[in-house]
């Protein structure tokens, strides 16, 4: 059972284009949720996270949107880049468990 | 501050063979977590180890184990591998409190090959 559901699959954007990806989860005791980023060789590495008392955080040109009611949060990459071109995963964690349930991912692409 | 460091990166294995993954976490990481991530399945969750001790457990048979050392250095261990098996295996350190926003970081990974 996928706790973290991810979507889209795959995007393709253009240079200088808004990304978005968005990902919904079941269990209200989550508490954390990162945005890890994956290039093709590498481990994820963390992006940018947030916790469910912020309706939005932004670093640069990254910024998470949060709806606690809906039980959803997106990830925006605004001014894309082609260097941006990797797999994006959202997770969630919660207090008392040091481990993340992560989403599916989603293969950005920005084409030049 | 060196990173979380796997070894090996790549290997190649039979079926019903073994295998030993290694990881040193960062420096002062008191808890490693492994993770094995598919294309088809994605990332998920192993178990992770705390202080030498086993402190959580994912959804995985019992060919599955891992034992962490008193240097905080990890290794997880994969018996009678199955094709079903290939797979990155990712280890991943954190400073270990269970508060949640406990930074958890990853290493490159090892490439396992069942055939």
């Known amino acids: 059972q996928q706790q973290v559901k991810q979507s889209p699959q795959s995007l393709i954007v253009q240079k200088g284009g808004i990304s978005i990806i968005n990902c919904a989860y079941e269990n209200t005791a989550f508490d954390y949720f990162p945005w890890y980023q994956q290039f093709p060789g590498k481990g994820p590495a963390l992006l940018i996270a947030i916790r469910p008392d912020v309706s939005e955080k932004k670093e640069g040109r990254f910024t998470i949107s949060f709806n606690k009611s809906a039980k959803q949060f997106s990830l925006h990459i605004m001014d894309s880049q082609p260097g941006d071109s990797a797999t994006y995963f959202c997770a969630a964690s919660m207090t008392g468990a040091n481990n993340l349930f992560f989403g599916t991912g989603t293969r950005l692409t920005v084409i030049p | ?115």
């Not at chain 2, 294309?39 to 891992?66: H, M």
Request: hydrophobic share 30%; aromatic share 14%; charged share 15%.
């Open chain 2, 1 to 115: 501050k060196a990173g979380v460091t796997q070894t090996p990166r790549y290997l190649i294995k039979t079926r019903g063979q073994q295998v030993t993954l290694s990881c040193s976490p960062i420096s002062g990481h008191r808890s490693v977590s492994w993770y094995q991530q598919t294309p088809g399945q994605g990332l998920q969750f192993l178990f992770e180890y705390f202080s030498e001790t086993q402190r959580n457990k994912g959804n995985f048979p019992g060919r599955f184990s891992g034992r962490q050392f008193s240097n905080s250095r990890s290794e997880m261990n994969v018996s009678t591998l199955e094709l079903g098996d290939s797979a990155l295996y990712l280890c991943a350190s954190s400073e270990g409190q269970t508060f949640s926003g406990n930074t958890i970081y990853f290493g490159e990974g090892s490439w396992l090959t069942v055939v």
